[in-house]
């Protein structure tokens, strides 16, 4: 009975395991490995050159740009996400917002687009000449305004906005779950004891939705390092004006497959995974805290 119930779980396992030693630890192995060769991707001729595309990484000042703008769009978007998040949880929940559902769906509905689809649109309400934002902009102002929000030095910060718009509702949606998991009977007695509003957030919902909080921050935090130079390479191209856009992924991607480097590539991938790793651990202890247990 013992062997066929082993047998059983095994079935189950080991079909998940070997999906993901297919498409996760190999693909990881294989990049770590090419890393330590001089290869261009299409050549059978593998190099060996050790730590040298290390070094190069060290003494290459876009990589430095690239980590700047991936922790800018971090911090900002971490930000902006559980601002918003927050806000429209405690509004659709405690406030007994009416159609409460139907907002929840319209928060939703950017994160379903496709991420071209984001950038494209986003990309005209930029555009300096004919983009909906300089237009409205222009009604408050004596001159036509025209400014370049994609061809700035800023324009890492352009890249915010659509983001945030793009990916919102999903934390919304955690938060909203975490906040309807809490007891009414711990804000009644609340009101009872006369807690304001403000009080009742930062005493009874942060506290009894952290570990929503938490999944959203760290959520966050690893699509932008692993994902966003899908909308800089639409919105910004190769990059914006003097890698004004880069981040790691996007300089992986061009290093890649437009000047044939792929063991540099395969260096930088690797980057990717130790500040991923090494993010995820700090955030991990800042953000540790003591679980509150409902009884």
Same mark, same amino acid.
């Given at each position: 009975?013992?062997?066929?119930?082993?047998?059983?779980?095994?079935?189950?396992?080991?079909?998940?395991?070997?999906?993901?030693?297919?498409?996760?630890?190999?693909?990881?192995?294989?990049?770590?490995?090419?890393?330590?060769?001089?290869?261009?991707?299409?050549?059978?001729?593998?190099?060996?050159?050790?730590?040298?595309?290390?070094?190069?990484?060290?003494?290459?000042?876009?990589?430095?740009?690239?980590?700047?703008?991936?922790?800018?769009?971090?911090?900002?978007?971490?930000?902006?996400?559980?601002?918003?998040?927050?806000?429209?949880?405690?509004?659709?929940?405690?406030?007994?917002?009416?159609?409460?559902?139907?907002?929840?769906?319209?928060?939703?509905?950017?994160?379903?687009?496709?991420?071209?689809?984001?950038?494209?649109?986003?990309?005209?309400? +930029?555009?300096?000449? /004919? @983009?909906? $934002?300089?237009?409205?902009? %222009? &009604?408050? !102002?004596?001159?036509?305004?025209?400014?370049?929000?994609?061809?700035?030095?800023?324009?890492?910060?352009?890249?915010?906005?659509?983001?945030?718009?793009?990916?919102?509702?999903?934390?919304?949606?955690?938060?909203?779950?975490?906040?309807?998991?809490?007891?009414?009977?711990?804000?009644?007695?609340?009101?009872?004891?006369?807690?304001?509003?403000?009080?009742?957030?930062?005493?009874?919902?942060?506290?009894?939705?952290?570990?929503?909080?938490?999944?959203?921050?760290?959520?966050?935090?690893?699509?932008?390092?692993?994902?966003?130079?899908?909308?800089?390479?639409?919105?910004?191209?190769?990059?914006?004006?003097?890698?004004?856009?880069?981040?790691?992924?996007?300089?992986?991607?061009?290093?890649?497959?437009?000047?044939?480097?792929?063991? +540099?590539?395969?260096? /930088? @991938?690797? $980057?990717?995974?130790?500040? %991923? &790793?090494? !993010?995820?651990?700090?955030?991990?202890?800042?953000?540790?805290?003591?679980?509150?247990?409902?009884?």
């Amino acid at each position: 009975m013992k062997l066929q119930r082993n047998l059983f779980l095994a079935s189950f396992i080991l079909p998940a395991l070997a999906l993901y030693f297919l498409f996760a630890l190999y693909p990881l192995g294989k990049g770590i490995y090419l890393s330590l060769f001089d290869w261009s991707g299409g050549s059978e001729t593998y190099n060996f050159v050790g730590l040298d595309n290390f070094k190069a990484l060290l003494r290459d000042g876009v990589i430095l740009k690239s980590i700047r703008n991936d922790y800018i769009l971090i911090i900002g978007k971490v930000l902006g996400f559980m601002v918003l998040s927050i806000i429209f949880a405690i509004g659709l929940t405690r406030f007994r917002i009416k159609g409460s559902g139907f907002y929840r769906a319209i928060f939703f509905i950017p994160n379903v687009l496709s991420v071209v689809v984001v950038g494209v649109l986003w990309r005209y309400i +930029y555009n300096p000449n /004919i @983009g909906f $934002l300089n237009s409205f902009i %222009s &009604l408050f !102002t004596e001159k036509e305004f025209n400014f370049p929000w994609l061809g700035d030095q800023w324009s890492i910060f352009a890249l915010l906005p659509p983001s945030i718009w793009a990916g919102v509702g999903y934390t919304v949606i955690l938060l909203v779950a975490g906040i309807l998991n809490i007891p009414d009977s711990l804000y009644e007695s609340a009101d009872i004891e006369g807690a304001s509003q403000w009080r009742q957030f930062w005493s009874i919902s942060l506290p009894l939705m952290w570990e929503q909080v938490k999944t959203s921050v760290l959520w966050i935090v690893m699509t932008t390092l692993n994902g966003a130079f899908v909308i800089v390479t639409i919105m910004t191209f190769e990059g914006g004006t003097d890698n004004a856009t880069q981040v790691l992924g996007s300089y992986l991607y061009f290093n890649a497959f437009k000047y044939g480097k792929f063991s +540099y590539a395969a260096a /930088i @991938g690797v $980057l990717i995974l130790v500040l %991923s &790793l090494l !993010t995820t651990v700090v955030l991990q202890r800042l953000m540790k805290r003591e679980t509150v247990e409902l009884s």
